[in-house]
């Protein structure tokens, strides 16, 4: 079982839509958890940070549940720049190191 | 504005050929880490620094070697190529402060092994 897993997609919404990623960890003792989007052929980039409370940035919206070791990633009104693959990102026990999910691709049509 | 730069954004190679990947960053950060990332897959670790000097084995070491003689750079090497080394190579850096888990990836190396 991978520590990571995402449904890789690919999503293909309509602008204005929303869209829902979801990602489950294996680990537990897993700090920390993070989004990062990976433009193609680009480097990835931090998106944002997980936290139990969950945490909004403007149209997006990160969830956390502990409990059932589930994070998500919500969009809403979707726009061509959204474009993109989105990793889930977990720190485990060394702070330092970060495990990377396959990423879900999206693409947000006209 | 950080910069996180690689050697090469391209590069063939022959099988059995030692191969170097070099990795500068300009943020005066501790750490460093080489991952490759492959379809289905996503990024993996292959070898991080902590320190000039100071390297520790990611999930997937074999095949590889890696060398931080000065702070800001960081190579990695693969001895002996071989085809299931064919991959995208993407170095990053990270500071030991608080906001430590914010990496810095650089635009990456595609690597192929013929």
């Known amino acids: 079982r991978k520590e990571v897993e995402q449904d890789p997609g690919p999503f293909n919404v309509p602008e204005g839509a929303t869209v829902a990623f979801n990602c489950t960890y294996s680990n537990s003792a897993s700090q920390s958890f993070f989004w990062y989007r990976q433009d193609c052929r680009k480097e990835p980039k931090l998106l944002m940070s997980?936290?139990?409370s969950g945490n909004e940035d403007g149209r997006f919206t990160a969830q956390l549940n502990r409990a059932s070791q589930y994070i998500s990633l919500l969009i809403r009104d979707s726009k061509l720049s959204d474009s993109a693959t989105y990793l889930c990102?977990?720190?485990?026990?060394?702070?330092?190191?970060?495990?990377f999910g396959s990423g879900t691709q999206l693409t947000v049509l006209p | 504005d950080v910069k996180v730069t690689q050697s090469s954004r391209y590069l063939v190679k022959r099988t059995g050929e030692k191969v170097f990947l070099e990795c500068v960053q300009d943020?005066?950060?501790?750490?460093m880490f080489w991952y490759r990332q492959d379809p289905g897959l996503g990024l993996r670790l292959i070898y991080f620094?902590?320190?000039?000097?100071?390297?520790e084995k990611g999930d997937i070491p074999e095949g590889y070697s890696v060398s931080r003689e000065k702070k800001e750079r960081f190579s990695l090497i693969l001895e002996s190529a071989s085809t299931n080394q064919t991959s995208m190579y993407l170095c990053?850096?990270?500071?030991?402060?608080?906001?430590?888990?914010?990496?810095?990836f650089g635009p990456g190396t595609r690597l192929t092994v013929t």
């Open positions: 990102v977990v720190m485990g026990g060394s702070a330092r190191q970060l495990t």
């Open positions: 943020m005066d950060h501790e750490n």
């Open positions: 997980v936290y139990s």
């Open positions: 990053a850096s990270t500071s030991m402060g608080r906001n430590n888990y914010e990496q810095y």
């Open positions: 620094s902590y320190d000039v000097k100071m390297k």
